[in-house]
T-cell receptor, first 113, second 112 residues
Framework: DAGVIQSPRHEVTEMGQEVTLRCKPI?????LFWYRQTMMRGLELLIY????????DSGMPEDRFSAKMPNASFSTLKIQPSEPRDSAVYFC???????????FGPGTRLTVT | AQSVTQPDIHITVSEGASLELRCNYS??????LFWYVQSPGQGLQLLLK??????LVQGIKGFEAEFKRSQSSFNLRKPSVHWSDAAEYFC??????????FGTGTKLQVIP
């Protein structure tokens, strides 16, 4: 298996623009997680899905953030409009079961200018 | 609610020296415990995990961790550190049907 795939690896955008981050989980995994990592706040869980259904989005910072999982092999995290404080590395991870080991993607480094 | 505490934000050790990274957890029942490593510019990679059984767990890259229920701890150890071990290490806990909770991480610096 290729592991968790994220795209793009790097994204630079201007404030106010829409940003879409993409994730392909490991085949067969039924949980998908979106995390944000910054120097100030560390690793934060934004939202997670079980069988394509959002279970807990309490970590999503505000309404500008939205996430979808239209099928078992694809998820998106969208920020609209983006702001400089959204600059961070965004990780996607997947697991078999909620308590299983999580496999992380390489991350998307987002810079909002 | 479950939680994880990594009391050391940053640790510096000499190459060849032994290493112990501390992790304390809070969870009402027997937890599932994990250690992950993150190299610069990379995602997190699982080092080892404890679900049940032997309380001393062996992982990849020569790491081991010991689950001590009485101390609510799951410390990570390595007898001899290599320069390539410089990274950030995350302890994590989960249980039942609850999602995994990560600690704040410990950055390891290895000096020659």
């Amino acid at each position: 298996d290729a592991g968790v795939i994220q795209s793009p690896r790097h994204e630079v955008t201007e404030m106010g623009q829409e940003v879409t981050l993409r994730c392909k989980p490991i085949s067969g995994h039924d949980y998908l997680f979106w995390y944000r990592q910054t120097m100030m706040r560390g690793l934060e869980l934004l939202i997670y899905f079980n069988n394509n259904v959002p279970i807990d989005d309490s970590g999503m910072p505000e309404d500008r953030f939205s996430a979808k999982m239209p099928n078992a092999s694809f998820s998106t995290l969208k920020i609209q409009p983006s702001e400089p404080r959204d600059s961070a590395v965004y990780f996607c991870a997947s697991s078999l079961g909620p308590t299983g080991e999580q496999y992380f993607g390489p991350g998307t480094r987002l810079t909002v200018t | 609610a479950q939680s994880v505490t990594q009391p050391d934000i940053h640790i510096t050790v000499s190459e060849g020296a032994s290493l112990e990274l501390r992790c304390n957890y809070s969870y009402g029942a027997t937890p599932y415990l994990f250690w992950y490593v993150q190299s610069p510019g990379q995602g997190l990679q699982l080092l080892l995990k404890y679900f049940s059984g032997d309380t001393l767990v062996q992982g990849i890259k020569g790491f081991e961790a010991e689950f001590k229920r009485s101390q609510s701890s799951f410390n990570l150890r390595k007898p001899s550190v290599h320069w390539s071990d410089a990274a950030e290490y995350f302890c994590a806990v989960s249980g039942g049907y609850q999602k995994v909770t990560f600690g704040t991480g410990t950055k390891l610096q290895v000096i020659p």
